[in-house]
């Protein structure tokens, strides 16, 4: 840079010098900073390399204490390359520490709910964002005060409220599926409607008018010609909806424990939170390791092959 | 026909708004009520006690301890992930060769991004018990390991992390090991949020500023960066919803969730501990009211400063 403002003639003849002066003087500005250039090049690299061990390392080292055994992992803390390989581990992680049956349950209230939140939550974004009536800007607001609301708040009514339900009607009592997947699906409204109501109002009207012509119902307009064109909406509100449901805790910690003589049927994150102490406890690394494994791998594969869907939805959630 | 639309609509509203008023709204409300009471949780007494829950709220060491502590993440965590992804951002936009048709991104920034962006995808929960064990305060932790070493660190004086209450530049310690869990996990989302922001930008932005002699600090500073305006302050509002929540980490990784001795107490572990551990559920509902109110004053407060014009492209 500072080149140019050398360049003869000074800064304040630099306007009207002929091109075939200020040639040569852009040439050297350029030569001057292809050094800097690159040296910034292998900065940036530096730094980036730096920043990706950083994100990597505690994640491999992880997986790789999962495969060591306890002895080792107390003697030599941080190889990477365990002695041998003990796949053993996984197994005593899954079956001891019930990682399998949490995953099992997991599985089974995600389907459920994400199912329904994606279902429930497109039908009341649909329907409040394309037709008109009393209290649509009502219930609107409903839904998106619950964006702001911390859910701390609810907590100990809620937690009450299930109580108080289970004693009269079981299935929708604490420690049950059902009730954890109604609950998901309740907390994911909010931001389901909120994401899907902004969507549905950019599609355009002519379609609608012309199927209602045509002489089809509201709900066959909806599910069989809004609801295909709203396709990437809902790829990207079903994503964060399973990552964010696969990865809630604080709901199942409040409403799934199980009391002495029940099926335990807690989820992923609440058994490792169990897991964490337990095995610590029992200066079980290994297992404890293993079980971290086995809750971080599946959603980081899928993370990898579907990564531009994913990042791209996620935010999306963030920029609307 | 406007009859067969009010049947519509009513079909398709009436099983999610139940949902919703059943188990969002309702123990919202309740816990507006209950505030008012000294209701113990575990019994059925409770009596109208007027707002003095509320001001009890004001006396309360702890609530003021946690609501520094609060404050803390709010100020920090933001602070702390955007400088970090934005500068990261830039390196990975920025940093690449220059060669005719302008400066050109890192070679292998898609590969950067990717990986980024991991810790996005993992729960809070898995992040925090890995952290737990990076943490851990002998040679067996990640960080103690390695430090001891090569021997920056004694083995008999190792880095106690989340036990550690004593104050660093007057917070305690043990927020200060939270708070990087926080940037760790954050930066790489908010990394690829500026990216591709930046990239939103026109090409023929960059060719004027370049056929102007804008160097590429220049560009970034006066150019990219007012630019990205509009999405540093939605991240910012965001990070400050993430700021409020970090109970998970208190939650996991503190003693006692919210020690050692309360030295990492907030909002959300003082609700938790005075409901179900001390037994105090209209007081817990008092103190979650006033983080509703807090809440909602600093989101319509961030709303206000971050409202600006929009540019078009």
């Known amino acids: 840079m500072s080149t140019v403002t050398h360049t003869p003639g000074g800064p304040a003849g630099a306007d009207q010098a002929p091109p075939s002066d200020r040639t040569p003087g852009r040439r050297a500005a350029a030569g001057g900073s292809r050094a800097g250039a690159k040296f910034f090049n292998g900065f ?11 994100v990597v390392y505690p994640l491999l080292w992880v997986v790789m204490s999962a495969l060591k055994t306890d002895a ?33 349950n997991t599985v089974l209230v995600l389907t459920g709910s994400v199912f329904l939140t994606m279902l429930l939550g ?36 809620l937690f009450k409220g299930v109580y108080n339900m289970g004693v009269t009607l079981p299935f929708l009592g604490p420690n049950s599926h059902l009730m954890l997947i109604l609950v998901y699906v309740a907390w994911s409204l909010a931001f389901t409607v909120f994401f899907m109501h902004s969507f549905f109002r950019t599609l355009p009207t ?101 990564q531009r869907q994913v990042q791209s939805g996620l935010t999306a959630g963030v920029s609307k | 026909m406007r009859h067969g639309v009010a049947r519509f609509v009513t079909g398709f509203l009436a099983l999610p708004v139940g949902l919703y008023l059943c188990y969002v709204v309702w123990p919202f409300l309740q816990a507006a009520g209950y505030s008012l009471t000294d209701w113990g949780g575990y019994s059925d007494r409770q009596q109208f006690v007027g707002l003095e829950n509320y001001l009890r709220l004001f006396s309360d ?136 922001a930046m990239q939103s930008i026109p090409k023929e932005i960059y060719e004027a500023a370049l056929l102007d002699g804008a160097g590429r600090f220049h560009t970034f500073f006066r150019l990219t960066l007012p630019l990205l305006r509009d999405t540093v302050s939605v991240a910012w509002v965001y990070l400050g919803f993430i700021a409020l929540d970090m109970f998970a980490l208190v939650y996991i990784m503190t003693p006692s969730q919210g020690g050692p001795n309360h030295a990492s107490e907030i909002f959300a572990s003082v609700i938790n501990f005075n409901a179900f551990q001390k037994g105090q559920f209209g007081y817990a509902c008092a103190i979650a009211v006033a983080l509703a109110i807090f809440t909602i004053l600093l989101a319509a407060l961030q709303l206000r400063i971050t409202r600006r014009e929009r540019i078009e492209y």
């Not at chain 2, 992930?81 to 005719?100: C, M």
């Not at chain 2, 851990?136 to 430090?147: F, K, S, T």
């Not at chain 2, 001891?148 to 200060?176: Q, R, S």
């Open chain 1, 44 to 54: 940036s690299h530096l730094f980036l390399a730096v920043w990706a061990i950083m």
């Open chain 1, 72 to 104: 080792e992992v107390i003697r030599n803390p941080l190889s990477l390359f365990p002695e041998t390989l003990q796949w053993g581990n996984f197994a005593r992680a899954w079956t001891e520490g019930q990682i399998g049956s949490f995953f099992l």
């Open chain 1, 122 to 157: 497109s039908m009341a974004a649909y329907v409040l964002a394309r037709y008109d009536f009393p209290g649509n800007r009502l219930i609107y607001y409903m839904f998106l005060s619950g964006l702001t609301l911390p859910i701390y708040l609810a907590a100990v009514p």
């Open chain 1, 206 to 306: 002519a379609i609608a008018e012309a199927a209602l012509v045509d002489g089809a119902s509201h709900s066959r307009l909806f599910f069989s010609v809004m609801l295909p064109m709203a396709k990437p909406g809902l790829i990207s509100i079903g994503i964060f909806n399973v990552l964010g449901q696969w990865n809630q805790w604080y709901l199942p910690t409040l409403l799934m424990q199980s009391v002495a003589g029940e099926p335990k049927n807690q989820v992923i994150s609440q058994g490792l939170i169990e897991l964490s102490v337990n095995q610590g406890y029992r200066s079980d690394w290994s297992g404890l390791f293993a079980g971290v494994t086995m809750a971080m791998l599946p959603v980081l594969i899928v993370y990898i092959v579907f």
């Open chain 2, 61 to 196: 060491e702890l609530i003021r301890k946690a609501f520094w502590h609060n404050v803390f993440f709010l100020v920090t965590v933001p602070l702390f992930t955007i400088a970090l992804a934005l500068f990261l951002a830039f390196l990975l936009n920025v940093g690449g060769r220059e060669d005719k048709a302008g400066i050109r991104g890192v070679f292998g920034s898609s590969l950067y991004k990717v990986i980024f962006f991991f810790p996005q995808v993992l729960s809070l929960v898995v992040i925090a018990v890995m952290w737990q064990q990076i943490y851990r305060a002998d040679g067996q932790g990640l960080i103690n390991g390695v430090l001891m070493k090569i021997g920056l660190v004694n083995p008999e004086d190792p880095i106690t992390f989340v036990y550690d209450p004593e104050p660093f530049l007057g917070v305690p310690a043990v927020l200060w090991w939270l708070l990087l869990i926080a940037v760790w996990s954050g930066a790489g989302f908010y990394m690829v949020l500026f990216s591709a």
